[in-house]
């Protein structure tokens, strides 16, 4: 008559099978059998492949979890982060007369526009210097000022910002250049 050692015994860690003359045991999901067949030791899920979780995966007994940094939440898909736009849920520190601006993880307030003499301001992202004013002859028409997400991931070259040149003003002539902030020669003009 067999022995069921599972029920005298139970030599398992975990979970105990009885066979003809023997037994075998078996462990639960997240976890293997040691060589000696009976200990169950936690698997590290993490370790086999890097693309379990977006951002950080956590080992846990028998699964692990995911993480995401500050300024993000997990998904639905318990993988994924997604950046809180402090701006849209008024999760932000600016002054009324700041603007949020999002950017991913974080926000920053950004401070109106001030146009410098001679120009004066049009609206919230334009100065005029006015033709009538003898120190704007040799200065631009209109500054505008423009704030843009530049989402990291895109494919480049790509097109991120378009001006054109009117022929509005007779004898006007164009010249349009990237004053500041291309310091490491990321963008071009065409």
């Known amino acids: 008559i067999d022995v069921n ?59 692990y979890y995911c993480i995401c940094p500050s300024g993000y939440n997990l998904l639905d ?5 997604q950046d809180i736009n402090e701006c849209e849920t008024r999760n932000f520190t600016c002054t009324l007369q700041q603007t949020c601006f999002n950017i991913p993880g974080e926000y920053k ?6 146009c410098e003499e001679p120009y004066i301001q049009i609206n919230e992202n334009r100065c005029m210097c006015p033709a009538e004013n003898t ?20 494919s480049v070259p790509s097109d991120i910002f378009q001006m054109q040149a009117t022929t509005r003003y007779p004898g006007a002539y164009y010249i349009f250049q990237i004053k500041s902030g ?6 071009y003009m065409r």
């Open 182 to 187: 291309n310091e490491g020669r990321e963008f």
């Open 5 to 63: 050692e599972c029920t005298t015994e139970n030599p398992c860690t975990q979970t105990c099978v009885n066979t003809y003359g023997s037994f075998l045991c078996r462990c639960e999901p997240g976890y293997e059998l040691e060589a000696d067949g009976v200990n169950c030791s936690d698997m590290d899920e993490c370790s086999f492949s890097e693309f379990l979780c977006q951002h950080e995966c956590v080992n846990a007994p028998g699964s």
């Open 77 to 81: 898909d318990s993988r994924s982060c």
């Open 109 to 114: 307030c950004l401070d109106p526009v001030r």
């Open 135 to 154: 120190g704007c002859r040799d200065q631009p028409f209109t500054i505008l000022y423009r704030v843009m997400d530049m989402v990291s991931g895109r």
